[in-house]
């Protein structure tokens, strides 16, 4: 046998050897991962953290947990002041009663409201207190979307008046345009603008379908939150028409009441095909008294670097985040109240220590990647908030956002969604990581539910950043699995460990984060939005300062 055959024997059996290799090294890649995200959610969604309620004890546990995890990995301190830790001044605030409400008829009549059947209290914020005492003026679902020729004020005068707007926005948009039109405070900026001296939300029957009104009046004592300035003042976006209550189907009844159309008749063209009811003043007043208590506390965001490596590229961040909060104890209720947030989020969490960690194991991103446990997500995505505009990073410029939150982790799931993707550029980096891993791409199958304005990136997208976050899919049985635990234990005490969590579905679910992340941190391209998004129009680098609330 010549030296040469001897050479490529040996050649083809060192082949074969690392073709064989290759598969077992990944199986147990994916079987660390696992393991590694099964001892995160351990940790994370334990009774001892109580909930990871934002200016509580519990959440600066998890906090110091997130940041000793990444000093393990080698992440660089990037919170401030050479730690890990961005410090974030909270303005908790919560109903200080049950308030008042009721219904005065031309004729002098009055109808209460009753609280937890027909009313919740809204939450203005600064005030210690407001009464308002004012005639009603119903607008659809308030909406003004110049860009489809919609405007639901046409021919309303508002000023002075209480606004009475349906919750949700038409089906007829697309999803993540209905999610946006969808917010609270986009509709109260409308009703600002106007001149309202209130604003009043109102169910829909769908919307009771979805989350019965009986279980949003369990959590009405918790605390909702906003930042602080340096002055001490709350961040508060919208200076005027406070918002003053949400009705019920049942309470939405008794306010329609004479009018021209009754709440059915209302309620039946908002959710027909054309989503686009007749706007009309109601009649009688409205007198609403509203009591507030407020308390600041401190909490922080978690924030490690990952250095580029292009001198061109380095100053460009790529932020993941992830929300390290979740919303505490039930304050009624009997046996267990502790909401430990497995899948909301310690599995989000879990997943992007586990893309970190991959990132470490690898070459250094030519793009610089901050990893981003953010607080106060379920309060208003408060820290993402406190973040996008008071960057702890300095000299840094934030060119895309990959956001993980709430992975329905109880299937082995076969498809994703992938909100915000197609709007950038960005939407070309998923495709292919997905291509990849052999994960099929799904348009959003709950557009009802406006998840796109509900997670921690939109606040990167409203300050120009274009941004994504992925969503497990329905395929697979994974509609039954999401709707399910939508239904039944979202925010709830049984989202904890007790779920037949799949930990390897956590692995596949961090690795194409992973993917995703790497090639806009690797690409020659910067991300960017696409010529003419909404989003990018609204609140890219071209868009009016005005609309960057």
């Known amino acids: ?26 199986q147990d890649e994916a079987g660390r991962s696992a393991a590694n995200i099964k001892a995160h959610v351990t940790f994370l969604a334990s009774d001892l953290l109580l909930g990871r309620e934002p200016g509580e004890p519990g959440y600066d546990i998890a906090a110091n947990y997130v940041a000793s995890q990444f000093a393990q990995l080698g992440l660089t301190p990037a919170g401030g002041d050479g730690s890990y830790f961005q410090k974030v001044p909270l303005y908790a605030f919560r109903n200080a009663d049950q308030g008042q409400f009721s219904l005065k008829a031309r004729d002098g009549s009055v109808t209460p409201l009753v609280f937890g059947e027909d009313v919740l209290p809204g939450r203005p914020l600064g005030a210690p ?52 039109y969808a917010g609270g405070r986009v509709k109260r900026a409308e009703a600002a603008k106007r001149g309202a001296v209130g604003f009043v939300s109102v169910y ?128 009624t209720g009997e046996g267990d109240r502790i909401n430990n947030g497995a899948l909301d989020n310690a599995g989000g969490i879990a997943t ?27 309060k208003g995505l408060i820290g993402s908030e406190y973040f996008a505009r008071n960057p702890s990073v300095p000299g840094a410029r934030m060119v895309g956002n990959v956001n993980l939150d709430m992975p329905v982790l109880t299937y082995d799931f076969t498809d994703v969604v992938a909100f915000g993707s197609e709007r950038s550029t960005m939407g070309a980096a998923v495709q292919r990581a997905a291509t990849r891993l052999g994960i099929a791409l799904s348009p959003d199958p709950m557009p009802e539910e406006g998840l796109f304005t509900r997670s921690d990136h939109f606040r990167f997208v409203e300050a120009g950043v274009p941004s994504m976050f992925l969503m497990t899919g329905f395929q697979n049985g994974g509609e039954a699995k999401f709707r399910g635990f939508l239904a039944g234990c ?42 003419g998004d909404f989003f990018g129009v609204k609140f890219g680098p071209a868009a009016p300062a005005a609309t960057k609330r």
């Open 204 to 331: 829909l029957p769908g919307d009771e379908r979805r989350q019965p009104f009986a279980r949003a009046a369990r959590g009405w004592q918790t605390w909702s939150m906003s930042w602080t300035a340096a002055d001490g003042t709350p961040f508060n976006p919208i200076q005027g028409a406070p918002g003053l209550a949400t009705l019920s189907v049942a309470g939405a009844a008794k306010l329609f009441a004479g009018a021209k159309l009754s709440y059915d008749e209302v309620a039946a063209s908002a959710e027909g095909p054309k989503a686009d009811p007749p706007r009309f003043a109601l009649p009688g007043t409205l007198q609403a008294a509203v009591k507030m208590e407020s308390r600041t506390v401190m909490s922080a965001n978690v924030a490690g670097l990952i250095p580029g490596s292009d001198p061109k590229l380095k100053n460009e961040l790529i932020v993941m985040t992830a929300h390290l909060d979740h919303v505490g104890v039930e304050t």
């Open 129 to 180: 207190e407001v009464q308002v005492s004012a005639p009603m003026v119903f607008v659809g679902f308030g909406v003004v979307a110049p860009e489809a020729g919609r405007d639901d004020y046409k021919g309303l005068n508002v000023k002075g008046k209480i606004v009475v707007a349906l919750a949700g926005a038409p089906a007829t948009f697309q999803t993540e345009r209905r999610a946006y």
């Open 352 to 378: 992007t220590l586990e893309v970190a960690r991959a990132f470490m194991a690898a070459k250094p991103p030519r793009r610089s990647v901050l990893v981003l446990a953010v607080t106060a997500e379920e």
């Open 490 to 531: 979202y925010h709830r005490p049984c989202d904890d460990l007790s779920q037949p969590i799949d930990w390897a579905a956590g692995a596949r679910f961090a690795r194409i984060n992973y993917e995703i992340a790497r090639e806009l941190a690797d690409d020659d391209v910067t991300p960017a939005w696409n010529p």
């Open 1 to 26: 046998m010549t030296k040469r055959s001897t050479a490529l024997r040996r050649l083809a059996l060192t082949f074969a050897l690392l073709t064989l290799a290759a598969p077992a090294a990944a």
